[in-house]
C-alpha cells in the first residue's frame, strides 16, 4: 500500500522481536504528542510521564490491525494506520483512523498515505471505507475529501464528524 512520500508496513512482526520492539516504542514516543492523543479514542490515550509505551502498543494491538507509516525520504516512522474490520469479516466494511506525530503535519504525508491506501482497496472486493473526525480537525476532514471520502450525516454527532467511500471492485 505505498504512496510516493510514505509506505505503509504491518507492525505485527516488529512485536515478537525484542529490539525491533523497542525501536518501535522509542519511535512511537514523540509521535503521541498529547495534541495528537487528544484526538485518538479513550482506549489509546497516552500520557508519557505516566504510562508505559509497551503497555499502550499492546492495547492498540488489541484493537486495531495497525500499520506503521514511513516517510520515504527519512525512513522515518511518522505515524499510524489503524484497520477495524466489521466484525470477522475481511472482506466488509472497514472503518480507518491514522495519525502523524506533530513533526509530519502540513507536509502531504496523510494524503499520500490515504491515497496510496485506497489505491489498493481499489484492486479488491467491493466495500465501503469508514472515518471520522473531531468536528474541528478541518487539516484531516480535507485529506479524507481529497481521498473521495464524503460527509456521512446520519453517522456524524455534534462533536465527531463521519465520512465514507466505496472502494474496490
Known amino acids: ?14 512485536l515478537s522481536e525484542p529490539e525491533a520492539r523497542a525501536a518501535l516504542g522509542q519511535a512511537l514516543v514523540p509521535l503521541l504528542a498529547a495534541e495528537v492523543t487528544a484526538r485518538l479514542p479513550a482506549d489509546l490515550a ?3 510521564a505516566r504510562d508505559d509505551i509497551n503497555a499502550w502498543i499492546d492495547r492498540a494491538d488489541r484493537v486495531a490491525q495497525i500499520h506503521t507509516i514511513t516517510r520515504e525520504d527519512t525512513r522515518a516512522l511518522a505515524g499510524l494506520l489503524l484497520l477495524f ?13 491514522y495519525f502523524l506525530g506533530p513533526a509530519h503535519w502540513g507536509q502531504g504525508l496523510a494524503s499520500d498515505m490515504l491515497a496510496g491506501l485506497v489505491a489498493d482497496l481499489d484492486q479488491g472486493p467491493v466495500r465501503r471505507l ?5 468536528a474541528d480537525n478541518h487539516a ?10 464524503t460527509r456521512d450525516v446520519a453517522d456524524s454527532t455534534p ?11
Open 159 to 169: 462533536g465527531r464528524t463521519a465520512f465514507s467511500r466505496l472502494c474496490g471492485g
Open 1 to 14: 500500500m505505498p504512496g510516493r512520500k510514505t509506505s505503509l508496513a504491518r507492525w505485527a512482526p516488529l
Open 130 to 134: 469508514h472515518a471520522g473526525t473531531d
Open 46 to 48: 497516552f500520557d508519557p
Open 85 to 97: 474490520y466489521d466484525g470477522d469479516e475481511p472482506d466488509g466494511d472497514l472503518m480507518i483512523g
Open 140 to 149: 484531516s476532514q480535507r485529506v479524507l475529501a481529497k481521498a473521495g471520502f
